[in-house]
């Protein structure tokens, strides 16, 4: 078993249940098929970098099963579904969950962010080695990443999940705990109508490359 694990939290795209806060710009069939789309994305990242670097990586769903995700996104995907809970639960359940099998280092990235690279997620697993957490800062108060090399379940207890506050307060409580934490850079989460532009520029240079 490899020491290092990336984990994938994403949801099963249904319209109305995913990227809620786009169904005004793009209702609520569009923004499930931005949804599929930005989670497709991230596999194929994922799948990519596994390839290359011989780590493992799996993906921790919420709104299906796992046949369900299967027909969806495919079959060579290991896919486990997410504690109840609200998401700083289910994150802690994750980190419990896989460290306790032996993973040494892990980073949990979610399906919302398009930039995210290679480059970035080996940054986050080098960085494990000599730090406790590690944080992707994204551009709206929360972070697109989160990596640690042992469970604490206090980062995640008691924060109002969803709001600008998360980041500067995940540093504070982690702070608080004598945690070592490296930061990484700064990117965009496509949640609302204002980070269409970042998606549609993104869709541009992929086209272009």
């Not at 005004?24 to 569009?30: H, N, Q, T």
């Not at 980190?95 to 290679?118: E, H, M, N, W, Y």
């Not at 990443?145 to 982690?174: C, D, V, Y």
């Not at 549609?200 to 490359?209: A, E, H, P, V």
Request: hydrophobic letters at 40%; a neutral charge; charged letters at 20%.
């Amino acid at each position: 078993m490899n020491p290092d694990l990336l984990l994938i939290f994403t949801r099963y795209p249904e319209p109305g249940k995913v990227k809620t806060r786009l169904i005004s710009a793009l209702g609520p069939v569009g923004a499930c098929n931005l949804h599929r789309r930005l989670t497709s994305h991230i596999l194929q990242i994922a799948k990519n970098y596994a390839a290359a670097t011989q780590r493992d990586f799996s993906v921790c769903f919420d709104g299906a099963n796992v046949r369900e995700m299967q027909q969806m996104f495919g079959l060579e995907y290991d896919f486990f579904p997410q504690s109840e809970g609200d998401l700083g639960y289910r994150m802690s359940a994750a980190f419990a969950q896989f460290l306790a099998q032996g993973r040494k280092r892990v980073v949990l990235i979610g399906s919302d962010c398009p930039g995210i690279t290679g480059e970035i997620l080996d940054a986050a697993f080098y960085h494990l080695h000599n730090h406790n957490l590690i944080l992707g800062p994204a551009t709206d108060g929360g972070y697109y990443l989160i990596g640690l090399s042992a469970h604490f379940p206090e980062l995640f207890q008691n924060l109002p999940w969803g709001t600008a506050e998360i980041l500067t307060m995940t540093i504070k409580r982690a702070a608080s705990l004598g945690l070592k934490t490296k930061l990484l850079k700064t990117l965009t989460d496509i949640d609302r109508p204002g980070d269409l532009p970042v998606w549609d520029k993104f869709n541009r240079l992929s086209c272009d490359g």
